[in-house]
């Protein structure tokens, strides 16, 4: 079993940035790849990114050169920071891994919004 905690969203300026992380905690062995998704207002939940447990990462053109995934393996923690926010980008925020199956997080809310 695998908890996930996402944090670090908030309301946020046009044109700002933001980093949000994902704790994981549980009973698990090892925790492969994990990502990023986020579902805006009346939209299905889109695919945003993905970082292997080696640290091989993927982008969708929406945030691509923008975003940075990462984690900290010896933590269990995941990071998704991005800039040049839009409003566009107002979704929640969704972590996502895979240790013997899917886990989800609650997700966090990120407004862009002046």
């Known amino acids: 079993q695998v908890q996930l905690v996402e944090s670090g969203g908030g309301l946020v300026q046009p044109g700002g940035s933001l980093r949000l992380s994902c704790a994981a905690s549980?009973?698990?062995?090892?925790?492969?790849?994990m990502g990023w998704y986020r579902q805006a207002p009346g939209k299905e939940r889109e695919w945003v990114a993905t970082i292997t447990n080696s640290g091989n990462t993927n982008y969708a053109d929406s945030v691509k050169g923008r975003s940075t995934i990462s984690r900290d393996n010896a933590k269990n923690i995941m990071y998704f920071e991005m800039s040049s926010l839009k409003p566009e980008d107002t979704a929640v925020y969704y972590c996502s891994a895979q240790s013997y199956g899917r886990y989800w997080g609650q997700g966090t809310r990120v407004t862009v919004s002046s």
């Open positions: 549980g009973s698990f062995s090892s925790i492969g790849t």
